[in-house]
């Protein structure tokens, strides 16, 4: 299989994919109590019957069900979400708000658990069954089994209230002017809790796969030739080890994503971190499911984007990509 | 000629829980400068135990050096550190391995490989090292050494990959070249073509080399000095036509009797009967995944319009190498894989591949190729044996009856219904596996590869067993094999294919003495130790 | 005695963590015993701390005894665990096995469906499930096991793919055996292994979803989960810190122990993939 062929048909995948959501999604709100322009503006009867009226017409209620998906579809291929029936306002402008909160506190969990997982799991699985293995597979499985809601408010008991060192809620102090220096040093300050809670979950993850990954590859036939060529141990571990197995790591580190923004919903809920993860906890409560909706889609968009970026990077990083298919 | 590996008294101990204490025990041996030592040996005889201990490549968590010296250039070297051993392979001990496919990183370009086992000596500057790659790649016969350099081992063919390893393990001249198995992955053909390449390699550097293999054949074609190995401890050793010829250790007699003679014994011209089973112009694309926006799919042809008869009685064996498509029709004739062009004909009736009608399933049954995966291993044997018959409607008792025939008639006990098939070895699992295809009372019996996977003592009572069994029920046969030796033993007739296509179909007699076409003539002349054939045919006459 | 003690110096992990498991389900079943009644009657005074006499966990701001609120949120978490496994682990390997045999078209479609599955963000899909269809204890249920068969499915089909090729199933095959009774009597057992290891180790990933999901406010009022106890916990959790910490210190044990055994059977049954290295 040639590498163009490989990542169109990623590229294909991507696309059905999102189709998939709105498809689920439309199934949804047919599912759900209720028509589905109610179940969009609220409780039913919450919202003004105007707007429901428009809802009802906006979506095509009156035509068949194959026409109400294709005006779906339709509407969310132009990223029309509609109006969120709480703020008046456009539900993708609330979400473009939201979002760079969102994956500055996703991302940084992500380098960090990334990083720490692949560091911490080659080490153990270069000392396997040695004493530091033994506690670095400990801290994994500890982190492994912590709910993640539960290791941020033990995080605030811990380091805000009792220690009193680290903010536990929101994202800046509020009110302060201030340079940007001191902006961002404030929002630094405020990250490091809740990128850490979500970080050292991700972190056990990575740890328990990278060190098997490593265990597979120090196995290998290839690793004794370039020993038996007499490489340097340095060398042997850089260029046959982890280039190897790092290769699978690629491709699951990517399908955690999802996961990963999934896992912020709880995060900033905790934190009252001020993104979108918090905004569809306040969707939920609200019962404004249009909203909720739409970061469903937005958030399995972002994922998918991110699964191309990894399809991409695993062509550049592997010559066989037909072990990839 | 002075030695320059001297080992002595080398004992290597088994982790704790091990079937046996010592992986090597007490052994004494020496390499010669400039020669070329077989180490001859069964699976577990550890022969490659002792390669690896002699380049310092013992697992370190498995296996250690107990006692003994291994002397290298007249320095000790068992128990030097991991740093000094680094030293030595690579610049002083070249390696080459069994599997060139897994023994190289598939994730940097060929020439990358070769320049680091350079690079790791001081090759000399960048420049330098580019050169001696090129110059590598030539030595060892890489086709189109520029653009090879640049490529994947995926992209490579087997051969190639094992050159690539030749060349990384000579790139240093180093004094001693161990092979362990290089040829035992490869097509016969290749492992010519490699075993010269070895052979020229060791006049051109004058290196000595260690060469590990089962093969006698092998070791007749380039071996100095033998040295015979079972169960760890050294058996024989001695000049390689001596050991041949004359072997003094009823061990090495027997091997060496158990090696397949070429010569077809003048088959016993038997009428072959009427044609049982008549293949018409067979032919079979392997599609690649065609791609959407592609109006073809590419593909590989592994058949290509094949003919074949076999007649009632009659033994053919379908030899080729891989890729030939020789496993491809032996899976159309069981009905386990279908067909895309052509017939196939059994006694009289149309077969149709997978679709078959159950009924007419039992008439052809199948011996596979690996007694460790043929078996069901969550089953007992008599559940292995007896499923297929009770499904085709045999009674339990009758079933079971049959069943205790047959292992007896296989030669094991029949109290070995009762266990699962990790209690026997490799030779007693494929007498089961045989036992399973005659429970159905086969008319036609397709083995692939039956003995490829077994120790050559193993394989001789094999063959034995099927041609008895084939003989007393009067079973026709196709018996695939790669192996002309294997073919040249059990055949009637041996039908030769390459490519998809059949290139020879004749008596075994005529096509191992007079091949009509190219391809059989070089696959005959790359049979490992044909000349050691002549000398072998010469003292059989004379003893009888 | 002594095989206990022998396995336990080999995977003192695992067997502590069966210990644990044992502890928690017999806390589960005996709830009604141990602390007979409604749980969330008023039973002492409020915001009793821990190891206050009578109520070992303390009480939350309505006096409600949290040990009892323990016991029984134990049965609703491990019933919904085990319900959703079973579920997932039924309709994953039903996929996955159907894929790896029959391949070909069959294969893809069932893959793009479960990749599908894989790809978007499960827990917010989970949530999303929830809060639309209105929260019940089926529709939780339901929710976490969409998300969770895939795993199964890919593990199943992977494990398959390997088995259909090898030399014991073509055997049956040119036997005459049926399609079914090849997939049932020769595939399927030897899937069995991987199987229950993965579903073990699923097991304690739904609890943290189904906690999860209870946690922000989903969960069903008349099956009150050690989520759901988490959660009504938060509102005040500076102040009775307990109230959240100590149904948290019950997941956490509970999906630990799931953990510590599920790589014990791992090592157990499926020696030859994790015989080196170290880990209990």
């Known amino acids: 299989m040639d590498r163009l062929g490989f990542l169109t048909g990623r590229a294909a995948r991507a696309v059905l994919i999102l189709f998939g959501v709105i498809v689920l999604n439309f199934v949804l709100l047919r599912l759900a109590p209720g028509d589905a322009a109610s179940v969009l503006a609220g409780d039913q009867g919450a919202a003004d019957p105007a707007f429901v009226a428009e809802l009802r017409h906006d979506l095509g209620l009156d035509r068949s069900v194959p026409e109400q998906l294709w005006i779906y579809t339709k509407s969310l291929a132009r990223l029309d979400f509609g109006q969120s029936y709480r703020d008046q306002r456009p539900v993708l402008d609330i979400i473009a708000e939201r979002l760079p909160a969102t994956l500055l506190l996703t991302l940084t969990a992500f380098g960090f658990a990334l990083a720490a997982g692949i560091a911490l799991g080659s080490i153990a699985a270069r000392h396997a069954g040695s004493l530091l293995d033994t506690v670095l597979t400990g801290i994994s499985v500890m982190f492994f089994a912590m709910p993640l809601f539960w290791t941020g408010l033990m995080a605030i008991l811990l380091f805000s209230v009792w220690l009193n060192w680290l903010p536990s809620y929101g994202m800046q102090r509020v009110g302060e002017g201030g340079s940007d220096v001191s902006l961002v040093a404030d929002v630094a300050v405020h990250l490091i809790l809740p990128a850490l809670t979500l970080g050292l979950f991700y972190m056990a993850i990575y740890m328990r796969v990278t060190r098997a990954s490593v265990l597979d590859v120090l196995d290998r036939d290839f690793v004794r030739t370039a020993r038996a060529k007499g490489l340097k141990p340095g060398l042997i571990w850089r260029q046959h080890v982890l280039r190897n197995a790092l290769l699978p790591i690629i491709t699951f580190a990517s399908l955690q994503a999802g996961q990963l923004i999934g896992g912020s919903i709880l995060i900033e809920t905790v934190f009252a971190w001020p993104g979108v993860g918090r905004l569809a906890f306040d969707a939920l409560m609200q019962r404004d499911y249009n909203l909720l909706l739409a970061i469903f889609f937005i958030t399995s968009a972002i994922v998918v984007v991110i699964n191309l970026v990894a399809d991409f990077l695993y062509v550049a990083a592997d010559p066989r990509i037909e072990l990839g298919a | 000629m002075s030695a320059l590996v001297e080992i002595d008294g080398l004992s290597i101990a088994l982790p704790d829980h091990a079937d046996r204490a010592l992986a090597v025990e007490d052994v004494s041996l020496r390499i010669d400068r400039g020669e070329v030592l077989c180490l001859v040996g069964e699976s577990g005889s550890g022969k490659s135990v002792l390669a690896a201990a002699i380049a310092g490549l013992l697992p370190a968590k498995q296996l250690r050096v107990a006692a003994g010296a291994i002397r290298f250039d007249g320095r000790d070297i068992a128990g030097i550190s991991e740093a000094s051993f680094r030293l030595l392979r690579g610049k002083r001990i070249g390696f080459i391995f069994q599997e060139p496919m897994s023994a190289l990183n598939p994730v940097l370009t060929i020439g990358r490989q070769i320049e680091e086992a350079l690079a790791a000596h001081d090759g000399g500057d960048r420049k330098a090292r580019a050169a001696r790659v090129l110059e590598l790649a030539r030595a060892t016969r890489l086709p189109d050494p520029e653009t090879i350099i640049h490529r994947y081992p995926h992209q490579l063919s087997g051969g190639q990959r094992q050159r690539v390893m030749i060349a990384m393990a000579i790139s240093n001249d180093p004094d001693l070249l161990i092979a362990d198995e290089p040829t035992t992955a490869l097509d016969v053909t290749t492992q010519a073509e490699i075993l010269r390449l070895i052979l020229e390699i060791r006049e051109r550097l004058g290196l000595a080399i260690l060469f590990i293999t089962h093969d006698f054949g092998v070791v007749a074609d380039i071996a100095d000095r033998v040295v015979v190995m079972k169960e760890g401890r050294v058996v024989e050793a001695g000049r390689a036509h001596d050991v041949l010829d004359a072997p003094s250790q009823p061990y090495t007699r027997r091997l060496i009797e158990a090696v397949p003679v070429l010569h077809a014994s003048a088959t016993d011209e038997q009428d072959a009967g009427d044609p049982f089973l008549v293949v018409r112009g067979l032919t079979k694309t392997y599609r690649d995944r065609r791609a959407p926006w592609r109006r073809q799919a590419s593909g590989t042809r592994a058949l290509d319009g094949v003919d074949l008869t076999i007649g009632r009685g009659e033994t053919v064996a379908l030899v080729g190498e891989s890729g030939s498509g020789k496993t491809t029709l032996g899976q159309c004739v069981v009905g386990l894989s279908d067909w895309d062009e052509g017939s196939l004909r059994f006694d009289g009736r149309d077969l149709a591949g997978t679709t078959r009608e159950r009924t007419l399933r039992p008439r052809i049954q199948m011996v596979f190729q690996d007694p460790f995966a043929s078996l069901n291993p969550r089953h007992r044997v008599r559940r292995i044996l007896t499923e297929a018959a009770i499904v085709n409607g045999l009674s339990y008792e009758r079933a079971e009856e049959r069943m205790s025939r047959l292992l007896v008639r296989v030669g094991l006990d029949p109290g070995a219904a009762d266990r699962f098939p990790h209690a026997f070895s490799g030779g007693q699992r494929q007498r089961i596996g045989l036992a399973r295809a005659l429970m159905l009372e086969p008319d036609l019996l397709v083995a692939d590869e039956p003995v490829s996977a077994l120790d050559v003592s193993i394989q001789a009572q094999i063959l034995d067993l099927l041609a008895e069994i084939k003989r007393d029920l009067g079973l026709s046969m196709l018996f695939i094999t790669h192996d002309l030796r294997v073919a040249s033993v059990i055949a009637d007739r041996i039908v030769v294919m390459q490519s998809g296509k059949i290139v020879e179909d004749g008596p075994a007699e005529q096509v191992l003495t007079r091949p009509g076409s190219d391809y059989a003539r070089a696959l005959l002349a790359a049979v490992p130790g044909l000349s050691w054939e002549r000398s072998r045919e010469q003292i059989r006459t004379a003893a009888e | ?280």
């Not at chain 3, 682990?89 to 070909?104: D, E, L, M, Q, R």
């Not at chain 3, 180790?201 to 406010?217: D, K, P, Q, R, Y």
């Open chain 3, 1 to 280: 005695m002594a095989l206990l003690r022998s396995s336990f110096l080999r995977h003192p992990g695992a067997v502590a963590g069966a210990l644990i498991l044992i502890a928690i389900l017999l806390m589960a079943i005996f709830a009604g015993i141990l602390f007979p009644g409604d749980p969330w009657r008023m039973v002492a005074r409020p915001n009793l701390p821990p190891f206050s006499p009578g109520h070992l966990f303390g009480t939350d701001m309505l006096g409600r005894d949290l040990a009892a609120g323990i016991a029984h949120g134990a049965q609703v978490t491990l019933l919904i665990a085990l319900a959703v496994t079973m579920l997932a682990v039924a309709f994953g390997t039903a996929i996955g096995a159907v894929a790896g045999y029959f391949g070909g078209w069959v294969d893809d479609v069932a893959m793009r469906f479960t990749e599908f599955f894989q790809t978007i963000p499960s827990f917010l899909l989970t949530v999303v499930i929830v809060a639309i269809i209105a929260p019940s204890l089926t529709s939780i249920i339901l929710a976490i096991a969409i998300v969770s068969w895939p795993q199964i499915a890919r593990l199943v089909r992977a494990e398959v793919l390997s088995l259909v090729n090898q030399d014991f199933v073509r055997a049956a095959r040119v036997g005459g055996l049926s399609s079914a009774r090849i997939i049932w009597g020769h595939i399927l057992p030897n899937v069995l292994s991987p199987v229950i290891v993965a579903a073990s180790l699923m097991t304690a990933t739904v609890i943290l979803i189904e906690s999860g999901i209870s946690f922000l406010g989903l969960g069903n009022r008349d099956f009150v989960s050690w989520g759901y106890l988490l959660g009504t916990g938060r509102t005040a959790f500076r102040v009775n810190w307990w109230l959240s910490t100590i149904p948290g210190l019950a997941i956490f044990l509970t999906v630990l122990s799931l953990n510590l055994v599920g790589d014990g059977l791992n090592h157990w049954l499926n020696p030859r993939n994790s015989n080196r290295g170290g880990r209990a």
